[in-house]
């Protein structure tokens, strides 16, 4: 009896061992699953090519351009509160608070650690940022002197000839063609703005040599920011932190040659300033907007954007607000938008084939021979090695 009593005990005492050993295994699977979950995520968001592939997946083409669009909209709205209300005519100077608001956000981002990793400084040359960050400042800094000094017929005509200079810069820089059926929509986009929008031709002498000069610096900015995107693994807010500093030292090196005195004598008052701080928070999102849709498309697709809202708000103010452009504007807007139409089909035409193209030698991982030392491994670690 004492013998059984024993032995019994000793089974017990065994059972409890293994139910404590399982128990420990148990609790180390999920600490080793978490862990990885960690590095997985780890490895994605501080990382270059992590970064990217987020931007890339939860910023497509569709999402970006509607985000861009409905900012575009807000902006053109704030800036005419700041410049017609508010009376705040300095446009260099309104064009440098937004760039100092975006890098001060842009910097909480990082102490927070919010804002994605650059890649190495090896893959892009310091020059290709400088010269981003200062045709940055001319063609923002233009843009909005532009609009100052010209009518909105001559600003218009100015934006249409932006789409030509980009055809012929990406031809010249990077021997990029366009298709003949594109070409013919572009076209068609371009002169059905022009009939929409171009109603007066005022000519002022400085407002023409601004405007002029705004194309080619607008061209060069959207290639560029296109251009660093898809070719590097840059996401918008890592290139937005690298070229705003040098954005806002050329802003302030053309605010006494384009702006007029006497910004120092303005009422900086609540009610105005606020009015200038949402400017602001909406010029960043343009900004930031703005890169995401370039570097999801490209730089002749962010122009037809550009024109599309254009066709967008003259219609809808004529459906919604009973203003009355006339007819030849209307019906000039419904031709660009048919172009944008066209050319929009085109290009998704072409990203499908391109996809079609590369899925069974790009997009499929490699396949890795199974070692020995795989096999050999127990069920539990291939289980939590999944998760």
Not at 100 to 129: D, H, N, Y
Not at 259 to 288: E, R
Not at 330 to 358: D, H
């Amino acid at each position: 009896m004492g013998l059984f009593n024993f032995l019994l005990g000793r089974s017990r005492r065994l059972i409890k061992r293994k139910d404590s050993d399982a128990g420990e295994a148990a609790s180390i699977l999920p600490g080793r699953a978490l862990e990885e979950i960690r590095s997985s995520l780890y490895n994605e968001l501080r990382t270059s090519e992590g970064a990217k592939r987020q931007q890339q997946r939860f910023c497509g083409p569709v999402v970006a351009m509607s985000f861009n669009f409905m900012v575009a909209v807000g902006i053109i709205l704030g800036n005419k509160l700041v410049m017609g209300r508010v009376g705040f005519n300095f446009p260099i100077f309104l064009t440098l608070i937004h760039y100092t608001t975006a890098w001060i956000l842009l910097a909480v981002f990082r102490a927070f650690s919010m804002l994605p990793v650059s890649p190495p400084s090896k893959s892009t040359p310091f020059s290709s940022l400088f010269a981003l960050g200062a045709v940055m400042a001319f063609a923002s800094g233009l843009a909005n002197t532009s609009l100052k000094h010209n009518s909105v017929g001559f600003y218009q005509m100015a934006k249409i000839a932006v789409t030509p200079t980009i055809v012929t810069a990406e031809f010249i820089l990077f021997r990029k063609i366009i298709s003949f059926s594109k070409v013919v929509a572009l076209i068609v986009v371009s002169f059905g703005v022009a009939i929409a929008t171009v109603t007066d031709l005022e000519f002022n002498l400085f407002g023409a040599c601004v405007a002029i000069a705004w194309i080619v610096p607008s061209a060069i900015n959207k290639i560029l920011w296109s251009n660093l995107q898809q070719q590097g693994n840059w996401t918008a807010l890592a290139l937005m932190w690298k070229t705003t500093p040098v954005t806002i030292f050329f802003l302030v090196a053309l605010m006494p040659w384009l702006d007029p005195p006497g910004v120092l004598s303005f009422k900086w008052d609540a009610t105005n300033g606020t009015a200038i701080l949402i400017s602001a928070l909406l010029g960043f999102l343009l900004q930031w907007s703005g890169a995401l849709a370039l570097g999801a498309t490209s730089a002749t697709s962010h122009v037809v954007l550009g024109q599309f809202k254009t066709c967008v708000i003259l219609l809808g103010g004529y459906l919604l607000f009973d203003s009355d452009p006339g007819l030849v504007s209307i019906i000039g807007a419904v031709l660009a938008l048919c172009g944008m139409s066209v050319y929009t089909s085109l290009n998704l035409k072409g990203t499908g084939e391109k996809g079609s193209t590369l899925l069974p030698s790009q997009n499929l991982p490699p396949l890795k021979p199974k070692s020995i030392e795989d096999e050999e491994k127990p069920v539990a670690e291939d289980n939590s090695n999944a998760v």
